[in-house]
């Protein structure tokens, strides 16, 4: 028989930094200002923050500036800043269970979770980017005319990353790991909501032997030290993930100094489950689509295509899955779905909810809060959904999840792509032309065929229409980060 062994819980994290990292020294913000951050599973206190500013973020330019013109990191052999950056994954992946139980602690996603997925990916990336520190290079290019040409490829020099908090680890190793490979300087300012395990990390990149003043943290709210990240004339790029309202803002700024900028944004994703398909994949594949890390993917397969001969016994299926989901403390290894970040995306998905079900749809389970402390949402499933309801059009960014019927081909491409967002999708279906027909009509940049949120450091991620501009991950992930230098060198003789 079976032995079954009481599931371990890990140990409260150690809170170890809470300060500002610039230029390699601890410091608290100018303004003497700190913030709290919470715990959304508790509404507790965990720890108070420096709340960085401007004039923090001054401090943070300079360093990253100094650091870029006059510094070894953009200098030293490609190869060895490639070590450094093996040696910060390394270091993570030491600490991965006390990094998993702070992270689960900030953001409320389960410690299983952040243990067996975003910490890792977050390695994947890290040791991904390692290896292309020292094979980024230029052509030799044959112009015309008696001269020698060729390309550089240089590094676009300070990078301003904005993050959110939704994968606050994996964000932080998807910006560091091509920044650093291509031998750029960084100001980096997460989340409010989730601030402590990119400044866990600073520490980390410090003792891999990363120099000081090439990684600074501000952490601080948007408008204040995230507004200055992207006015500061000494930033040359901003990367930014989060909504597509903040990004028309930083676009807006950004517009007076050209700045370089890639955005990763949200969506509206389809995932299309056809007859043919193998539907206990298929429902396996709505739930993690709908449900991992409590709805809060930008990549979330939140309109479910269902094809009309199999939606009822496929609906059931998927409505009966969601029942059984165990929503809870995020510590305990039995929980599948921790709290929503904040207050904030409680009462929005709440908002969201109730707006479905004004509007009609059927709500076929879930729809309620869960307990009375933190901010558990009942994984919630809406039927009858009709294509112009709110439901069906908006990012939710929750547990919820719009079921829409389909009948035919060209009706369903063209209601899949009746979205002004374009990040992913997914077909499920045993016929192989027609996942190859569905992946190529769709309008997205990732598209999953019987499979979802498969990530993988080597593989472009990004967004098409109003889900972004550029790719993070890949060769097109270090495009951002580096200039091409184009010098033409003559080769007539100087005359004696
Ligand atoms: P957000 O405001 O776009 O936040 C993302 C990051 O941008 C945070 O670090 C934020 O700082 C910062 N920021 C805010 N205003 C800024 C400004 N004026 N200049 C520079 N930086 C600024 O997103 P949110 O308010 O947390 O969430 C709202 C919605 O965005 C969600 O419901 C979801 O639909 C979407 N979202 C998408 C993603 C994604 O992965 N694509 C991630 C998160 C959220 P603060 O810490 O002050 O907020
Ligand atoms: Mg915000």
Redesign the pocket.
């Known amino acids: 028989m079976a032995t079954v062994t009481a599931p371990r819980r890990p140990a409260a994290p150690k809170i170890h930094q809470t300060q500002l990292f610039i230029d390699g020294q601890w410091t608290p913000a100018r303004s003497g200002k700190t913030f709290e951050t919470i715990n959304p599973a508790t509404e507790e206190v965990i720890a108070q923050v420096a709340e960085g500013d401007a004039a923090d973020v001054e401090l943070a330019v300079r360093a990253a500036r100094k650091a870029f013109d006059d510094g070894p990191w953009p200098r030293m052999n490609a190869r060895e800043r490639g070590r450094i950056i093996l040696r910060l994954a390394d270091l993570i992946e030491e600490e991965i269970e006390e990094l998993a139980a702070l992270e689960s602690l900030d953001n409320g996603k389960p410690v299983s979770d952040a243990r067996a997925g975003d910490i890792p990916l977050a390695l994947d990336c890290l040791r991904y980017y390692a290896g292309w520190a020292d094979k980024i290079h230029g052509q030799t290019i044959p112009i015309n005319g008696n001269y020698f040409c060729y390309t550089r490829r240089e590094p676009v020099g300070v990078a301003g990353q ?6 606050p680890i994996l ?1 932080v190793a998807w910006k560091w790991g091509p920044a650093l490979a291509a031998g750029c300087t960084i100001v980096m ?5 989730t ?1 402590l395990t990119a400044l866990r990390l600073a520490r980390l990149a410090q003792k891999a032997g990363v120099p000081d003043g090439v990684i600074n943290v501000v952490t ?8 200055a ?2 006015n500061h004339p000494g930033i040359d790029k901003v990367a ?8 028309q ?2 676009m807006r ?1 950004a517009a007076g100094q050209l700045k370089r900028l890639t955005f ?4 509206k994703s389809p995932n299309i489950v056809f007859a043919d398909a193998d539907l206990d994949a298929a429902a396996a594949g709505a739930h993690v689509g709908i449900y991992l890390n409590q709805g ?3 990549c979330a397969g939140s309109r479910l295509f269902v094809e009309d001969t199999i939606h009822d016994a496929f609906v059931a299926r998927v409505v009966e899955g969601s029942r059984q989901r165990r929503v809870g403390d995020p510590f305990d290894p039995g929980t599948h779905q921790g709290p929503q ?1 904040d207050k ?2 409680f009462d ?1 998905i709440m908002g969201y909810i109730e707006a479905g079900k004004k509007e009609g749809a059927t709500c076929a389970t879930g729809g309620k809060r869960v307990g009375d402390r933190g901010f558990f949402i009942e994984p919630t499933v809406f039927t009858n959904v009709k294509d112009e309801m709110a439901i069906a059009r908006e ?4 547990p919820v999840l719009s079921v829409l019927k389909f009948s035919d081909m060209d009706e369903l491409i063209r209601r899949a792509n009746a979205t002004t967002f374009g ?1 992913a999708a997914a077909v499920w279906t045993r016929d192989v032309a027609k996942a190859h027909d569905v992946a190529r009509r769709l309008r997205a940049g990732t598209v999953w065929v019987n499979c979802y949120d498969v990530f993988d450091a080597a593989a472009p991620f990004g967004g098409f229409k109003q ?2 501009f550029g790719r993070e991950l890949g060769e097109r992930g270090l495009e951002p980060y580096l200039e091409t230098k184009t010098v033409t060198v003559s080769l007539d003789q100087p005359r004696a």
Not at 240 to 247: Q, V
Not at 264 to 267: K, M
């Open positions: 904005i993050i959110p908090w939704n994968f964000m300012k997460p989340a409010e909501q601030p601080g709210f948007g408008p204040t030290a995230g507004a990240i992207v930014f993930t989060g909504s597509g309202e903040t990004a803002i930083i700024q990763e944004l949200g969506g809060q993917c930008c970040v904030a995306q929005k990012e939710i960014f929750g990040l889900s972004g």
